[in-house]
């Protein structure tokens, strides 16, 4: 099992910033994308960045330019940077690994989700 822990949510005025982390730790015997998502009331969960370990990375268009997602490796740690926040980004962010506990088999985990929200 992966146990994934989040933080680094909180409030913020509209144009400020924040770093979410999110730690993985368990029996891990490789990591093949962490990523960050996000659920505002009455939407649906979004995918908001993602990062694979060939280097790859994604981002949703409404965060282009103002997030970065990055990971430590070593320490099985994703970063979120968020910059120049929006009210439209209040959500409740969510930590998704999709990582290997016995070889040959990959499963998704989920954080448990820490809140950020942007006041105007």
């Known amino acids: 099992q992966v146990q994934l822990v989040e933080s680094g949510g909180g409030l913020v005025q509209a144009g400020g910033s924040l770093r979410l982390s999110c730690a993985a730790s368990g029996s891990i015997l490789s990591i093949n994308v962490m990523g960050w998502y996000r659920q505002a009331p009455g939407k649906q969960r979004e995918l908001v960045a993602r990062?694979?370990?060939?280097?790859?990375?994604n981002y949703a268009d409404s965060v282009k330019g103002r997030f970065t997602i990055s990971r430590d490796n070593a320490k099985n740690t994703m970063y979120l940077q968020m910059n120049s926040l929006k009210p439209e980004d209040t959500a409740v962010y969510y930590c998704?690994?999709?990582?290997?506990?016995?070889?040959?088999?990959?499963?998704?985990?989920w954080g448990q989700g820490t809140q950020v929200t942007v006041s105007s």
């Open positions: 998704n690994v999709i990582a290997s506990t016995t070889p040959g088999v990959a499963r998704i985990y």
């Open positions: 990062d694979t370990s060939t280097g790859n990375t």
